[in-house]
């Protein structure tokens, strides 16, 4: 009889501390710098962000998503390659519904975000900065916004895979320049604004290769909101 009481207390031990497990490792804090991707699974149309609460004694206005959100994007390339030093203007796509606690949604899911990617302050490596939303039924409003500067660099050389680096990839005009200076024809890549004077200058390793930012839009441009934005 005493093992068996002995089993169930046991036993009963045991489920608490599962429970509190459950709860220690699965807590959901939603900040301002952070966006909160709901738990279901769904088709990518429908996935949704929820934008964070004001902190306590900060008021935000209604219809806000404030500074600091993450706002989630994509791009319909695999990947975008563009020299240090240019700039070139790129239109992605908000990645998700973003929607107050409410549940109504500020930022629909497909909006469009134009701005540019440009090369950073330090030379470093480029970054996007947003200048315009466009939504759905049309309306546009400024949005300030850039993404975290991205440092990847990529040698392209003349060979046999090349075609294979360059496949799914949207080139920065400079970049097509100085590609074109190595492969002869590139028709058939994306390119993405006008070519830079002096493109070629300086970026050519040897002749047969360059080194080139590499982008991939789909993780590395995720946009920070600088300042509030207001739906209107």
Not at 9 to 23: E, G, N, P, R
Not at 80 to 91: G, H
């Amino acid at each position: 009889m005493f093992n068996a009481k002995y089993r169930k207390i046991a036993t009963s031990y045991l489920m608490i501390l599962s429970a509190t497990a459950v709860t220690i490792t699965n807590p959901v804090n939603i900040t301002s710098a952070q966006a909160q991707l709901f738990p279901e699974q769904r088709p990518t149309q429908d996935r949704e962000y929820n934008a964070p609460q004001p902190r306590r004694n900060q008021t935000t206005a209604p219809n806000t998503v404030p500074r600091g959100f993450v706002i989630p994007v994509e791009f319909e390339e695999e990947k975008i390659l563009v020299t240090p030093e240019e700039t070139v203007p790129v239109t992605l796509l908000v990645a998700a519904n973003v929607r107050d606690s409410r549940r109504n949604t500020l930022i629909p899911y497909g909006s469009e975000i134009l701005g540019q990617i440009e090369p950073s302050e330090d030379e470093s490596g480029s970054l996007f900065v947003a200048q315009e939303i466009v939504f759905p039924d049309g309306t546009t409003q400024s949005i300030d916004a850039e993404s975290e500067v991205v440092t990847r660099r990529e040698t392209i050389k003349k060979g046999a895979n090349t075609g294979d680096i360059l496949k799914g990839a949207a080139i920065g005009g400079a970049a097509a320049t100085v590609l074109a200076e190595i492969f002869g024809d590139i028709d058939a890549l994306e390119v993405l604004g006008g070519a830079g004077a002096g493109a070629v200058a300086g970026l050519l390793l040897g002749g047969n290769e360059v080194e080139l930012i590499s982008i991939d839009p789909n993780n590395d441009l995720d946009l920070t909101l600088l300042s509030n934005l207001t739906v209107r």
